[in-house]
T-cell receptor
Framework: DTGVSQNPRHKITKRGQNVTFRCDPISEHNRLYWYRQTLGQGPEFLTYFQNEAQLEKSRLLSDRFSAERPKGSFSTLEIQRTEQGDSAMYLC?????????????FGQGTRLTVV | GESVGLHLPTLSVQEGDNSIINCAYSNSASDYFIWYKQESGKGPQFIIDIRSNMDKRQGQRVTVLLNKTVKHLSLQIAATQPGDSAVYFCAEKAAGTASKLTFGTGTRLQVTL
């Protein structure tokens, strides 16, 4: 499978615990994005990387959230001290830049449930 | 499995009919638009895209129309099939930004036999 891969697919955690998600983008893609999606809503942008550099972060990304892409390949998204409001689908996407409107391909997402 | 779009606008069409899904976008500075299809429990799947210097683009069974005057985008699906049942999102990218997408609220398409 050469698409965007996310792990785990599902995560249930207790409030206050830390969680980490992984995203493996399409291999030649240099841009990687994280989005969050709650039920009934479209995905909301969280952050993006070009290679290993994190170039933009949404105000939605509180200081409990951190994302890395250390070698410009896979990325991790960590949520510290999880809250029930963090329950959502976390989506990763990748694209090939430049090109301005290059298509972002999404993974299947990680469904987080905070209990 | 989970359900995407519990309270979304719903369009019901009969199998074989054409579907038209509409989207109003917000930013007049957007220069690129994409339609995604999302099935329950899955990530968004690319359908078709269009740049702001075009007003129509066709793919296989799908056509996207862009009206920049009224900031309106539509997705037409010809000969709708049961496998087309999903939630459809339009997304826009502002000019000068690096592919960050802003998604609309989505429309659920239900195909009846």
């Amino acid at each position: 499978d050469t698409g965007v891969s996310q792990n785990p697919r599902h995560k249930i955690t207790k409030r206050g615990q830390n969680v980490t998600f992984r995203c493996d983008p399409i291999s030649e893609h240099n841009r990687l994005y994280w989005y969050r999606q709650t039920l009934g809503q479209g995905p909301e942008f969280l952050t993006y990387f070009q290679n290993e550099a994190q170039l933009e972060k949404s105000r939605l990304l509180s200081d409990r959230f951190s994302a890395e892409r250390p070698k410009g390949s896979f990325s991790t998204l960590e949520i510290q001290r999880t809250e029930q409001g963090d329950s959502a689908m976390y989506l990763c996407a990748s694209s090939l830049a430049p090109g301005g409107g290059s298509i972002a391909f999404f993974g299947q997402g990680t469904r987080l449930t905070v209990v | 499995g989970e359900s995407v779009g519990l309270h979304l606008p719903t369009l019901s069409v009969q199998e074989g009919d054409n579907s038209i899904i509409n989207c109003a976008y917000s930013n007049s500075a957007s220069d690129y638009f994409i339609w995604y299809k999302q099935e329950s429990g899955k990530g968004p799947q690319f359908i078709i895209d269009i740049r702001s210097n075009m007003d129509k683009r066709q793919g296989q069974r799908v056509t996207v129309l862009l009206n920049k005057t009224v900031k309106h985008l539509s997705l037409q699906i010809a000969a709708t099939q049961p496998g087309d049942s999903a939630v459809y999102f339009c997304a826009e990218k502002a000019a000068g930004t690096a592919s960050k997408l802003t998604f609309g609220t989505g429309t659920r398409l239900q195909v009846t036999l």
